[in-house]
């Protein structure tokens, strides 16, 4: 194998790996956010845990950060949470670095 082979390959799986560190993240991110989000809106137990569980598999989505954004506007709209669609988007900000740092040290 040349070397430029082998720089291509090398570039190839970082960039792989990469994604796979973001993927986790995000869907880490959601996890958080959703227990956040749960907690905003008074919900505990089985409901709780689901959608949790719902919001940590929208990450597979097609514009998923939109799809969790627009889940969560909408559940606390029902529920009288009184939360902007800028607070929420922050709240996954600081959720999306604490998650890439947890990733990071291997949590």
């Known amino acids: 194998m040349s070397m430029f082979n082998q720089r291509e390959e090398s570039f190839e799986?970082?960039?792989?790996?990469?994604?796979?560190?973001?993927?986790?993240?995000?869907?880490?991110r959601n996890k958080l956010l959703g227990l956040w989000a749960v907690e905003q809106l008074g919900a505990s137990g089985r409901a709780a845990t689901a959608y949790v569980e719902e919001l940590v598999t929208a990450v597979t989505a097609t514009n998923a950060d939109d799809v969790v954004i627009n889940?969560?506007?909408?559940?606390?709209?029902?529920?009288?949470?009184?939360?902007?669609?800028h607070q929420i988007r922050r709240h996954m900000d600081e959720f999306l670095a604490q998650a890439a740092s947890e990733i990071r040290s291997g949590m």
């Open 71 to 85: 889940r969560v506007m909408k559940d606390f709209a029902v529920a009288g949470v009184r939360q902007s669609e």
């Open 13 to 28: 799986n970082t960039f792989v790996h990469e994604e796979e560190l973001h993927f986790l993240a995000e869907a880490r």
